[in-house]
Structure formats: C-alpha cells, structure tokens
C-alpha cells in the first residue's frame, strides 16, 4: 500500500530519525511533493484579499512547475547546492507541524479514492479501439 502524504510529513519530521538533508527529504516526499508545491503556489491566488504582484511571482513558479510535470517528471528538482544542506527537523515549530499534519490528513479523508473496484472494471474503461 502506498504511504500517506502524512505518514510522509511525520517521518520527514521524526525527531529521532537523524541527520538529513534536503536531498533526501525531497526524494524521500516523491511525487507528493510535487502537490503540495503546487497547491502552495496557487493558494495565494485564491485569496480573496488583492496583493499586488504575487500573482506573477507566483504564476512563474507554477509555470516551471507544470511545465516540469508535462515533460515527464514527477518529482521536484533542487540544485546540487541545496539538496547538500543539512535538514534538521528540530528547528521546525512543533506546533505548526501538528496542526499541519492534521489538515493534511482531513484533506486526505475527503479526497481519498472511492469506488476504485468500479473505476477498474471492464465496463468503465475506455477501449483504445475507438
């Protein structure tokens, strides 16, 4: 079965784990990151409240992001410089991590598949004979 984005975050930010680095933590979130990079990107544009410029700035970064995701990759990439740097979890707010890992995991709740069995059958699928 495959791990939750949560199951993900928790190990990322498990105390005793030992030394990471960013490399590894990317690696280690996969395609999940990917998500999680982008929903961060276009929430602030779904912000009722009007900031000047953000949109732009942001808009680039979605840009390389789904032009990335259209050329075939699905995970982030980092430079070499960066994915060296040490990742230490214990600088992170303990609090702000358990209220994270509680949103993500009702957000996991409400759009977790359904009816795979159904969406699987033969019935459903699209022949490619058409």
């Known amino acids: 079965m495959q791990q939750t984005l949560s199951d993900i975050i928790e190990n990322v930010f498990d105390l005793h784990k030992g030394a990471s ?8 979130i996969g395609q999940h990151g990917m998500a999680v990079i982008l929903l961060l990107f276009a929430l602030p544009s779904a912000s009722p409240l009007p900031a000047a410029g953000h ?6 970064a979605l840009f390389i992001i789904g ?35 509680r949103l993500i995991q009702l957000i996991g ?3 977790k598949p359904r009816m795979m069995s159904f969406m699987r059958s033969r019935w459903i699928r699209v022949s490619s004979a058409s």
């Open 109 to 111: 709740r409400l759009t």
């Open 67 to 101: 032009f990335r995701l259209w050329c075939g990759y699905h995970t982030l990439w980092m430079p070499s410089g960066w994915r060296n740097k040490p990742f230490r979890p214990e600088r992170f707010n303990r609090k702000m991590i358990s209220r994270m890992l």
């Open 55 to 60: 949109s732009t700035v942001l808009s680039i």
């Open 21 to 28: 680095t960013y490399g590894k933590v990317i690696d280690e």
